[in-house]
């Protein structure tokens, strides 16, 4: 089970955390000046915020934008949906793994081994072949009485990005820059750089500018 936010950077994509402002959004994810970035909210669980990577992962390789969708924005989540189960529950693997049919304790088993929420596995066990469409109603139920369907008791630790907790620590090394720093060079508050680096970039209490920073057109990367 690979750290999914970890994976993407991997791969190039940027991973950012979404501020405390932003409750009434999931994640997204935008193309800018060729590069890949995900934008994450930290308030659901960790089993559903990796499905949301997932799925954002699904739009930035199948629709640079929405004009490069078949059909319309709905078709496009369908598709990123779809993308998502596929890759954090291959069906290949659900068929060689798991019995013609499959139970409830078995659904939770998957759950902790592929790092998914206990709603995700059932509904890809049905999606496999591997959970009768009456049994797979059966454990909606029992999963809904068991408090899976706002959340998930005993859930996994938080996946969280590997850049930023080598670039602060490195930046401070090498410049002798802190989050304040950082934040005055891209014209933002502390705070911002705070909520986006999923807590990793860590501010001072006592940092109290006098007025809100001008906004910046500098752009803050990480060369490896």
Not at 54 to 66: F, K, N, Q, R, W
Request: hydrophobic share 40%; with cysteine; glycine share 10%.
């Amino acid at each position: 089970m690979p750290n999914l936010i970890r994976l993407a950077e991997s791969k190039g994509v940027r991973v950012l955390s979404l501020p405390g402002g932003t409750a009434d959004v999931d994640a997204f994810s935008i193309w800018e000046d060729g590069r890949p970035f995900i934008f994450l909210s930290t308030r659901k669980s960790a089993e559903r915020s990796r499905f949301d990577v997932a799925h954002e992962l699904g739009h930035l390789v199948l629709h640079g934008s929405l004009d490069d969708c078949v059909g319309n924005e709905y078709d496009a989540e369908k598709e990123a949906d779809r993308f998502a189960s596929e890759l954090l529950m291959p069906r290949l693997f659900l068929r060689s793994n798991i019995g013609a049919e499959a139970s409830l304790a078995s659904a939770l088993r998957l759950k902790e081994q592929l790092g998914v929420s206990a709603m995700a596995a059932v509904y890809a066990l049905n999606r496999a072949g591997r959970l009768s469409d009456w049994s797979y109603r059966q454990a909606c139920v029992e999963l809904s009485r068991r408090g899976y369907r706002s959340g998930e008791p005993n859930g996994m630790p938080r996946e969280t990005s590997k850049v930023f907790g080598t670039a602060f620590p490195g930046l401070r090394r090498s410049k002798g820059w802190g989050t304040e720093s950082i934040a005055r060079q891209l014209g933002v508050w502390p705070s911002e750089v705070h909520g986006l680096t999923f807590g990793q970039a860590i501010t001072d209490v006592d940092f109290n500018p006098v007025k809100v920073p001008e906004r910046s057109q500098a752009r803050l990367s990480v060369v490896g």
